[in-house]
């Protein structure tokens, strides 16, 4: 048997991401960035990040900004609801192996310190 069951996965993602985006600068943001020096997200009480002057730079800012707590907290949630999901669908589901997916994704991007 696994350590971790397909609805363990799904719960770390969404705390991990819950967190992640409690803790940050509350949203939207937006990318406020003039070309020449870089590109900048900003909440609406302070410039964030900067990215460099390139086409790259302002995707990656774009990208930044699009991606803020909010989005965090709503992956959060869908995540959450797959968790539940998990344990009384019929296998293979494909809601939840979409989900298993992105929370696998999510935690390889963001190891856990420990």
Do not use: C, K
């Given at each position: 048997m696994?350590?971790h069951?397909?609805?363990?996965?799904?719960?770390?993602?969404a705390?991990?991401?819950?967190?992640?985006?409690?803790?940050?600068t509350p949203?939207?943001?937006?990318q406020?960035?003039?070309?020449?020096?870089?590109?900048?997200v900003?909440?609406?009480?302070s410039a964030l990040?900067?990215?460099?002057d390139s086409?790259?730079g302002?995707a990656?800012?774009?990208?930044?900004?699009?991606?803020?707590?909010?989005v965090?907290?709503a992956?959060a949630?869908w995540?959450?609801?797959?968790?539940?999901?998990?344990a009384?669908l019929t296998?293979?589901?494909?809601?939840?192996?979409?989900?298993?997916?992105?929370a696998?994704?999510?935690?390889?991007?963001?190891?856990d310190?420990?």
């Amino acid at each position: 048997m696994p350590d971790h069951t397909p609805a363990d996965e799904l719960r770390a993602a969404a705390d991990r991401l819950r967190n992640l985006a409690t803790a940050a600068t509350p949203g939207p943001w937006t990318q406020t960035g003039i070309g020449d020096y870089g590109w900048t997200v900003s909440s609406s009480t302070s410039a964030l990040v900067d990215t460099v002057d390139s086409e790259e730079g302002r995707a990656d800012a774009d990208y930044i900004a699009t991606m803020h707590p909010g989005v965090g907290l709503a992956l959060a949630d869908w995540l959450d609801t797959a968790a539940a999901n998990a344990a009384v669908l019929t296998w293979p589901n494909e809601f939840v192996e979409r989900a298993l997916v992105t929370a696998r994704q999510f935690l390889r991007s963001r190891p856990d310190p420990s």
